[in-house]
């Protein structure tokens, strides 16, 4: 069985910053590409960043320049690092990770439970 697990979530003021970390456990035969994704209030969960195994990123255009998403293969974590944010960052912030488990065939798509990040004066 596989599990991610979110942390590093709360409550900041406007301009501050947050790093949110994702670590994967379980029965873990490899990671492929991780990600990060949020979703607010009555939208739908959007991507915010991912990393492929072998680092390369990509970032939704709303986040470029002020988020930072990196990785440690060894500890099957991901981090995500938040600075500058703002109000519309507000939302639930979501793991997500393409693993193959041991004993099993193929990529499946595994999610974290979600850390609320809530941006407010």
């Known amino acids: 069985q596989v599990q991610l697990v979110e942390s590093g979530g709360g409550l900041v003021q406007p301009g501050g910053s947050l790093r949110l970390s994702c670590a994967a456990s379980?029965?873990?035969?490899?990671?492929?590409?991780m990600g990060w994704y949020r979703q607010a209030p009555t939208k739908q969960r959007d991507l915010v960043a991912t990393?492929?195994?072998?680092?390369?990123?990509n970032y939704a255009n709303s986040v470029k320049g002020r988020f930072t998403i990196s990785r440690e293969n060894a500890n099957y974590t991901v981090y995500l690092q938040m600075n500058s944010l703002k109000p519309e960052d507000t939302a639930v912030y979501y793991c997500?990770?393409?693993?193959?488990?041991?004993?099993?065939?193929?990529?499946?798509?595994?999610w974290g439970p979600g850390t609320q990040v809530t941006v407010s004066s």
């Open positions: 997500n990770g393409f693993i193959v488990a041991g004993g099993l065939v193929g990529l499946r798509s595994y």
């Open positions: 379980g029965s873990i035969h490899s990671i492929n590409a």
């Open positions: 990393i492929t195994s072998g680092g390369r990123t």
